[in-house]
């Protein structure tokens, strides 16, 4: 009998430290605990290895029209070897054009933003990208364009 493919990204017990503490590269290793620090701040949330590489705040269910459902973290970020990942709501980039026009250097692809280095963007703007990202999972934005 097919069972239905159980989700990669959970939370796991993971040690959030030892996982930032094993980022191979100083300068990516010092962006990714900054970007823990500004997370948590913002969400108010604690950090939590989802799977064996996002660092995730918070959590909330969704449920598509397919009928899948599950949780995934408020926000998250990977550091990757090219770019530190930042995992937002999907389809920001359109809803948030004028943030994104503030933040600075970055690529943006389907609910990820890459950022090549914390010091070369705005920190305001970043703290608002993701404070939106956290109120429309939380269902208390609608996500406007402002």
């Given at each position: 009998m097919a069972t239905a493919k159980e989700p990669v990204t959970v939370p796991t017990e993971v040690s959030v430290d030892d996982f930032l503490a094993a980022v191979s590269d100083e300068r990516r290793r010092a962006d990714a605990g900054r970007l823990r620090a500004?997370?948590?701040e913002v969400t108010g949330e604690p950090a939590v290895m989802?799977?064996?590489s996002i660092v995730?705040?918070?959590s909330y269910h969704y449920s598509y029209d397919s009928g899948r459902t599950g949780e995934a973290p408020l926000v998250g970020f990977s550091p990757r070897?090219?770019?530190l990942v930042v995992y937002l709501v999907g389809g920001f980039e359109q809803r948030y054009g004028r943030i994104l026009e503030r933040l600075g250097p970055h690529h943006a692809g389907k609910g990820?933003?890459?950022l090549k280095r914390l010091d070369t963007v705005d920190e305001s703007a970043l703290r608002e990208l993701l404070d939106r990202?956290?109120?429309v999972h939380q269902g208390v934005d609608r996500a406007s364009g402002r």
């Open positions: 500004i997370m948590g989802w799977g064996p995730g705040f918070g070897k090219q770019h990820c933003l890459y990202t956290a109120r």
